[in-house]
């Protein structure tokens, strides 16, 4: 409906995020109906309250194809809550989407993704984000439950003065694999990007990418990807990458992983808590801190 109402929607499809890309984007290509959702906030438009969209796998095996475009005007701003899950009697299923986000000049995102998949579900989604100048976008990225596969790697290209932020919580649950991170390309002026994460991992693989490319002056860009192993039988790989490609670019990273300190733990037994609710509240502190 978007498409019709808006022609110019159909310009927009495939224009960040390559058809040939990866076999997903592609499926998403080819699928026979164009499915998904569609955001557009007018010039100066200040959307007060969240708005919230849903991906629901209601059926067993259920495979979801989406292509979704977010375009916010000049000095528009919104900030949008999105829920990602699987019915309760739902364990497997497949989640493809390609998103697709222009923010113009001046104007803010905030995106906020909960995701509560089946312990069967894979997921790929496939993201792009181009902000224009002083524009400013935020993403949160929540994964706190089971999921058999994630796959995701959004990229963002900046230009002049803009600004975006990728913050990810991650609980890698048993039987779980997740590869996950962000990319930024600072294209303008004095732009600048944050990749911020933290990961947990209980009987779990974890990979957590960076990559910060500076590509013009005054450009500066952080990343910081912190780890907590649970036990023996899990993993964390940490993937930092800095590009630059500007002698006035300021690149920096920080990268740790360990496990619970048993100081912290005898410390708060010797409070009077049992052993596994020390634990958890050691966990919770670390993904909340920053």
């Known amino acids: 409906f978007a498409v019709e ?13 390559p058809v040939e890309k990866d076999e997903w984007t592609r499926m998403v ?3 026979d109906k164009l499915l998904g959702s569609f ?16 991906f629901f796998l209601h059926n067993e095996g259920f495979e979801q194809i989406l292509h979704n475009i977010i375009y916010l005007e000049k000095g528009a701003h919104l900030d949008v809550i999105s829920g990602c899950a ?30 509560d998949w089946g312990a069967g579900t894979v997921v790929y989604p496939r993201t792009a984000v181009d902000i224009e100048e002083g524009g ?5 990225y929540i994964a706190l439950t089971s999921v058999k596969r994630i796959e995701a790697y959004p990229v963002a290209y900046l230009d002049r003065k803009a600004k975006a932020k990728f913050n990810s919580v991650i609980y890698g649950r048993p039987g779980s694999f997740i590869d996950m991170g962000a990319r930024t390309i600072l294209n303008g002026e004095k732009s600048g990007s944050e990749i911020i994460s933290r990961v947990v991992t209980e009987e779990s693989r974890v990979i957590s990418r960076g990559y910060i490319e500076g590509k013009n002056q005054g450009t500066r860009g952080h990343m910081e990807c912190n780890g907590l192993l649970l036990d023996d039988r899990s993993s964390i790989y940490a993937v930092p990458e800095l590009e630059a490609r500007h002698i006035e670019t300021e690149l920096s990273h ?9 100081e912290q733990l005898n410390y708060l037994m010797s409070r009077g808590l049992e052993e596994e609710k020390a634990r958890a509240l050691i966990i919770r502190g670390f993904l909340e801190k920053g």
């Open 5 to 17: 109402e808006y022609p110019w929607v159909g310009d927009l499809l495939f224009s960040l995020v």
């Open 29 to 31: 290509a080819n699928s």
């Open 39 to 54: 955001i557009y906030v007018r010039e100066g438009a200040r959307v007060k309250a969240p708005a919230q969209s849903c």
């Open 86 to 115: 699987t019915g309760n009697l739902v364990s497997k299923g497949k989640h493809v989407a390609i998103t697709e986000t222009f923010i113009k000049e001046g104007a803010s995102l905030t995106f906020t993704m909960i995701h």
């Open 136 to 140: 400013n976008y935020i993403s949160n």
């Open 254 to 262: 920080e990268a740790s992983v360990g496990r619970i300190a048993g």
